[in-house]
């Protein structure tokens, strides 16, 4: 797929999260390199001591392996596990999180994924993050 259409590919599958539109995460950049989304902050997205929250954090990273996992595998894909080390209180105007693909295989990949905390234009590692993700079989219709 041509970078300019993945990239709206991926913006398209962003917006179908209502969590994420909740949110107003955007999709920064989209390749089979590389996924990167951004969340600007808001004092509703900080905990009570003006840090990001860390489930925050955690969402907008899983977001990104995810993602990232998910232009290498085919189908519906989930996140099966996922490790996270918060290194730095996450303080700024916005967060951003890029995720790579470590491996992959027919169906699972594991992903790397680094948020930056953005604060007068400079970025701080603030989470490192990695996961598991895995393709699922597509659900059969009227079984319970």
């Known amino acids: 797929m041509p970078p300019a259409e993945l990239l709206a590919y991926g913006r398209k599958v962003l917006a179908a999260q209502p969590f994420s539109v909740l949110l107003g995460t955007e999709m920064a950049a989209l390749s089979p390199d590389m996924t990167e989304l951004r969340l600007a902050l808001r004092p509703e997205l900080l905990q009570q001591h003006g840090f990001a929250h860390g489930g925050l954090v955690s969402y907008l990273a899983d977001n990104a392996l995810t993602i990232a996992g998910g232009i290498t595998l085919s189908g519906q894909i989930v996140t099966a596990e ?61 079984k319970e």
Do not use: H
């Not at 918060?86 to 948020?115: I, M």
């Open 82 to 142: 996922m490790k996270i080390n918060y290194v730095r209180p996450a303080v700024g105007e916005a967060l951003v999180a890029r995720a790579s693909v470590v491996a992959a295989w027919r169906t699972q990949a594991v992903v790397r994924c680094d948020v930056f905390a953005i604060a007068d234009g400079s970025e701080r590692l603030c989470a490192a993050a990695q996961g598991t993700i895995a393709a699922v079989p597509p659900r059969e219709t009227g």
